[in-house]
């Protein structure tokens, strides 16, 4: 995570129908369900449930505005998390943390590991039949990325401004979270402009909000990557996509940018930058993430980064 060879935070946004931004390592048609075919998260929900992060409520049905149970949240995020939740415990010691889960329960496992990693950092009850609302789900991704960097981003957040009109409604233990996770494109509001804190999240949303994240969480898989750069950046080709793993940091909050990926016959696909809204970074306070992304192009010889007009990398496939 000390690498330097990238000075502008960025995330992906794919603006060709032939790409695909996200962690998903399978093909994303191998899962269907009948009832997500117009809905607005499909591909989220597909990738998440190739990736058995997620699954139906029965074989042919995904029920997306079903509200999410806390403790359905709890094992998507340590699915998510995959090998980087490096914390080790049982179900036997769920006990020890929470007065009201059993270690029968089909979550305890999972939440014992993200609770020594202090990602579920409640006391006491745990209430996991309660449905989680939208604010708690903020906090939990915020605690997950910190776990994951090993940074607090608190320090990146100075304004108190948030973009949703129902802000007042945010609870104080959680508003610096929302701020947060809202800087760092993990979640927005819903179509009317607020953000509902206290509403129950959905399965729909919950997949969405987990494909984000699960973007951000470092993709590791030593025996395919091509060793070139391996600690910088790295592309390989798996199941016959391209994968492009970026680390970087960053010493600015302000950017502009994009990823051209070129064929071996010349084309050249663009994936344009998406902004991160950071209030502030310095030499001495630097914002660091990992992201990996998904290309569906045979033939790709050469990824080329364009930061602010200059480039800024480029390396062979």
Known sequence: MKNRWLKQMFAFTITIGSLCTGFSHVSASSVSFDDINSYWAKKQIVNLANERVVSGIDEDTF?????????????????????????????????????????????????????????????????????????????????????????????????????????????????????????????????????????????????????RFGQIVPYKEKDKRSGQFADKYDAYYKNGQLYITFTYDINGAGFDGQILVITRSGTQLKINVEQIKLDNSSSGNVFKQMRTITVHEAGVSKVIVIMNGKQTASFNV
Do not use: C, W
């Open 63 to 211: 029920a997306p505005n079903k509200p999410l149970t806390r403790a359905q949240f709890t094992v998507m995020l340590a699915k998510i998390l995959k090998e980087n939740l490096r914390t080790s415990g049982s179900a036997a010691e769920v006990g020890k943390y929470f007065s009201d889960v059993s270690f029968s329960a089909f979550y305890a496992d999972e939440l014992v590991r993200l609770r020594k990693a202090n990602i579920i950092d409640d006391r006491g009850a745990f209430h996991g039949d309660r449905q989680i609302t939208r604010e708690e789900m903020a906090h939990y991704l915020v605690k997950g990325y910190t776990y994951l960097y090993a940074q607090d981003l608190s320090s990146f957040v100075t304004s108190h401004e948030i973009p949703f009109k129902d802000a007042q409604q945010i609870a104080s233990r959680y508003m610096k979270d929302v701020m947060i996770a809202d800087k760092i494109n993990l979640i927005f509001g819903r179509s009317n402009g607020d953000f509902n804190p206290k509403s129950s999240l959905t399965r729909g949303e919950a997949a969405s909000v987990m494909y």
